[in-house]
Nanobody, 124 residues
Framework: QVQLVESGGGLAKAGDSLRLSCAAS????????MGWFRQAPGKEREFVAVISRSGGATYYKDSVKGRFTISRDDAKNTVYLQMNSLKPEDTAVYYCAADLYGSLRTRRSEYYYWGQGTQVTVSS
């Protein structure tokens, strides 16, 4: 059993930066690929970024490439999402999720454990 708790969301203005954190409890954090997803009001939850088990590989949604950076610290059982140059269209609830089978997968159904989410609101 893995519990994920996100933090770091809040209000920001366009162009600002925020860093989201996702703390994991339980064993074997280092064996999971970790992803970030987001869900805007009235929209489907969508993939944002994923980092491999080793941390050596990452993959991003096109619209966040060059602005967002995913990283992990296995000693702290934590995955991060550094978000720079925020835009109003980044407004959403952000969720972290754990993929038990690794690789850089992007489908929501492929992730087994989910956090409760943290709200990010970006004003223009």
């Amino acid at each position: 059993q893995v519990q994920l708790v996100e933090s770091g969301g809040g209000l920001a203005k366009a162009g600002d930066s925020l860093r989201l954190s996702c703390a994991a409890s339980g064993r074997a954090f280092s064996s999971y690929s970790m992803g970030w997803f987001r869900q805007a009001p009235g929209k489907e939850r969508e993939f944002v970024a994923v980092i491999s088990r080793s941390g050596g590989a990452t993959y991003y949604k096109d619209s966040v490439k060059g602005r967002f950076t995913i990283s992990r610290d296995d000693a702290k059982n934590t995955v991060y999402l550094q978000m720079n140059s925020l835009k109003p269209e980044d407004t959403a609830v952000y969720y972290c999720a754990a993929d038990l089978y690794g690789s850089l997968r992007t489908r929501r159904s492929e992730y087994y454990y989910w956090g409760q989410g943290t709200q990010v609101t970006v004003s223009s």
